[in-house]
């Protein structure tokens, strides 16, 4: 288990990461029983490919800080956090050969999170590293974007409807450790109303 997997785990209830499956392209924890909550495994973390994706992924940097931004997809392959409520996007390496637990530990791809088009209210020209569908205005899903700037910090905000940043972080450890505590608590609201 490397940094960036034992800040999500630690951030998380023992309860969800306690039992990880482990695949070949990571791991998968947290079996999900209601396909209203997402995915058939609500936690996915993808250990760093042994490719070189770095021409790939840094069409996507825009003017962020190319060494935050590598920091970043070197340290995982994406991860996703109880459904789409935080992701990370990585590089979507296809095989013909995913079977069982393989399947399902597979990244957003970074031309579908990313794209070539950030959202139109972002406030930088910067590399989008995390996405959730985030609660907002009582209830409605939003989508909640993470962009690294050109000086490192990340900035996060609701960009498609605004350029004001809802919280800026320095570190890529503590916006990971934030990001995982504040998907955690969006499940278990999701839960509750369920029941």
Known sequence: MNAFSSIIVSSLRDE?????VRTRRGWISLPNLRP???????????????????????????D??????RSLHRSCNGVRLFGTRFQIPGV???????????????????D??????LPKMSPTNGFV?????????HGRLSVLWDIVEPCGSILTGFFDETSETEKTFERLEDWLA?????????????VARMT
């Open 16 to 20: 969800y990461v306690s039992k990880p």
């Open 112 to 117: 579908v999170t990313c794209g070539l088009v």
């Open 129 to 137: 590293i995390g996405t959730s569908h985030a609660p907002q205005n």
């Open 64 to 69: 962020a800080d190319p060494a935050t931004s």
């Open 36 to 62: 209203e909550l997402g995915p058939p495994w609500l936690i996915a973390f993808n250990n760093p490919t042994d490719l070189d994706e770095e021409r790939y992924v840094s069409q996507f940097y825009r």
């Open 178 to 190: 934030f990001r995982a505590e504040q998907a955690q608590a969006w499940y278990e609201a999701d």
């Open 92 to 110: 979507n390496v296809l095989s013909s050969d995913d079977k069982g637990a393989d399947f399902f530990n597979k990244p957003v791809d970074f």
